[in-house]
């Protein structure tokens, strides 16, 4: 569904991304873990049309999108939940997930659009009783749940969350990451990024290890769980072995 | 001074204070989905009024009008397409001098297209004599006109924002454009859309106040200081404010005259101006969002 090639991006003078290529197929939730600073904003970014690639190819459902603006990168189906809750502050949460479903009023979808916020209403309770309210109002976790709702509402074929979890009282990551997996068995396809690596392979079907702007390893879940670098460097085991 | 003078000073003030609104919303609308403060917002009442005043000559007065309201707004979708649009690196300063440059360019240009003969189109209705009483104080019918089409103007542009997807999309726009261009909407739009509609509802209001201020080629110069006298006033990018902001200054302006000679008028307004921007910049209705927009630049 989703390919990139040998992507290099950055900002101004600064080559953030080297050469990166990932894929994801229809159904999966794949997860790109990596410490901070290692360019998986940027690499989203890139993807979802914010930064413009140098170099490379990015193809989604068989088109090239590497050129595009990010209005249109949206439009074809490709969402993007940028990392640090980006609501519209001085809008009511109904609006908001109004904005969501920008590019499905053009297509005359009213009604849908309605039931679709009844359904975003479902899946978090809180949205519905703050409808009204300005979402900058909103505590922190309500606004990453609505920025989650928001992109949910243009019904995305693949939808890209940026560390959703940042921030967020563990009880709410849980809840967030049980929405993630909820929203694959409604056939949704994932790209995570996550700081949280092991909720994020306890989830996923495959994943990407980023570093320095380079893709260090891949594999599925399982593989990446048990390989002893990840675990060093991301889960923290080395950490319990010396305490047992 | 007799309760009649008060409220003919009254009147007069919210008359012009109406305009000096519209003005004020103007610099808003563009403010808000830009983040530029469009000096040639003046030039679109100017255009406004000047292009109705040569084509009521050919056609019926609404017509006239119509038209210079189209003309205008089509005006303001070239600007910036050819002016603002190409700009790599939009600075606040870069687009502050390319908006003068623009307004001198405009003037200009109207200076060639007409000469530098006062005009305006007739009243509404009645003419000059025609008077309405209201509390024994006398009025132009003109000034029914005046409040009439700004409140119109005011009620629509609420409605296009809070209950159109457009006009909402414009405000998600203004909150945060990158989360706006990842929810499908097209930015570039947005910004040609909002030169637009400033320019259509200033070359309304330019039509409107006419017959009352009189149309030159460099009538917008003043009318630009005392709108964005308005919208600081009020807080750059509130509507409500900009509406508060105009209206006081036409009351402040009107009142001044009786106390201080007609030609220090455009003084009081400039030394509201200064007052604001050294005591209180984020206007008077100050809340934390629009003060940072304001102080950082
Ligand atoms: N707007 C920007 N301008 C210049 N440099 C930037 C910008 N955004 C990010 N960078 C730089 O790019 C590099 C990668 O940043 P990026 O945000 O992509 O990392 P990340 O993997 O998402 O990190 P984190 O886990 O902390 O979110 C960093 O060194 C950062 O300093
Ligand atoms: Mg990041």
């Known amino acids: ?244 | 001074m007799s309760f009649e003078n008060v409220i003919q000073y009254f009147i007069a003030g919210i008359t012009t204070g109406s305009i000096y609104a519209i003005v004020a919303i103007g610099f808003n609308i563009i403010y808000n989905t830009t983040g530029i403060i469009n000096f040639a917002q003046g030039e679109f009442l100017m255009l406004g009024g000047m292009i109705s005043i040569t084509l009521v000559q050919f056609v019926p007065l609404p017509f006239a009008i119509c038209a210079a309201v189209l003309i205008t707004a089509g005006a303001g979708y070239l600007l910036e397409r050819t002016f603002i649009r190409g700009i790599k690196n939009p600075t606040p300063l870069r687009m502050i001098i390319i908006t003068i440059g623009l307004s001198i360019l405009i003037r200009e240009a109207a200076l060639h297209i007409w000469d530098e003969k006062v005009r305006s189109l007739p009243y509404f209705t009645g003419n000059e004599i025609t008077s309405i009483a209201i509390f024994g104080a006398h009025f132009s019918p003109q000034v029914l006109w005046v409040l009439g089409t700004s409140a119109l103007i005011v009620v629509f542009l609420n409605f296009f924002f809070s209950y159109t997807t457009t006009g909402k999309s414009m405000r998600a726009c203004a909150s945060n454009r990158i989360a706006a261009a990842l929810c499908g909407i097209d930015i570039t739009k947005m910004v040609s859309l909002s030169f637009v509609l400033s320019a259509a509802i200033g070359a309304l209001a330019g039509c409107v106040i006419s017959p009352i201020t009189q149309t030159q080629y460099d009538c917008g110069t003043s009318l630009a200081i005392k709108g964005f006298t308005a919208a600081i006033f009020g807080g750059m990018g509130s509507s409500t404010g900009a509406i508060a902001g105009g209206l006081i200054i036409g009351i402040i302006e009107a009142a001044s005259i009786s106390i201080i000679p007609l030609a220090y008028k455009d003084a009081i307004t400039l030394t509201v101006l200064l007052g604001i921007l050294i005591f209180r910049p984020g206007g008077l209705f100050a809340n934390g969002d629009a003060s940072s927009k304001v102080d950082r630049p």
């Open chain 1, 1 to 244: 569904m989703l390919r990139i090639r040998n992507v290099v991006a950055g900002y101004g003078n600064l080559t953030v991304i080297r050469r990166a290529s990932l894929h994801v197929k229809t159904g999966e939730i794949v997860t790109i873990i990596g410490g901070n600073g290692a360019g998986k904003t940027t690499l989203l970014g890139t993807i979802a049309g914010i930064n413009q690639s140098r170099e490379g190819e990015i193809f989604f459902d068989n088109h090239d999108i590497t050129k595009l603006s990010s209005d249109k990168i949206t439009s074809r189906g490709l969402s993007l939940v940028p990392e640090g809750r980006q609501v519209f502050s001085s809008m009511t949460v109904l609006e908001n997930l109004e904005m969501g479903a920008f590019i499905r009023y053009r297509k005359g979808e009213k009604d849908e659009i309605i039931s679709d916020i009844e359904k975003m209403y479902r899946l978090f309770p809180i949205l519905e009783s703050r409808k009204h309210q300005q979402a900058g109002t909103l505590s922190g976790g309500e606004q990453q749940m609505l920025a989650i709702a928001r992109a949910l509402m243009g019904r995305p074929k693949l939808l890209m969350l940026d560390e959703p979890s940042l921030g967020l009282a563990p009880i709410i990551v849980q809840q967030i990451f049980s929405i993630i997996k909820e929203l694959r068995s409604f056939g949704n396809t994932i790209l995570l990024v996550e700081q949280n690596a092991k909720a994020a392979l306890n989830i996923a079907d495959r994943g990407y290890v980023m570093e320095t702007g380079h893709i260090l390893l891949e594999g599925t879940s399982k593989e990446l769980l048990e390989n002893k670098d990840v675990q060093r460097a991301y889960l923290g085991k080395e950490y319990r072995r010396i305490n047992e």
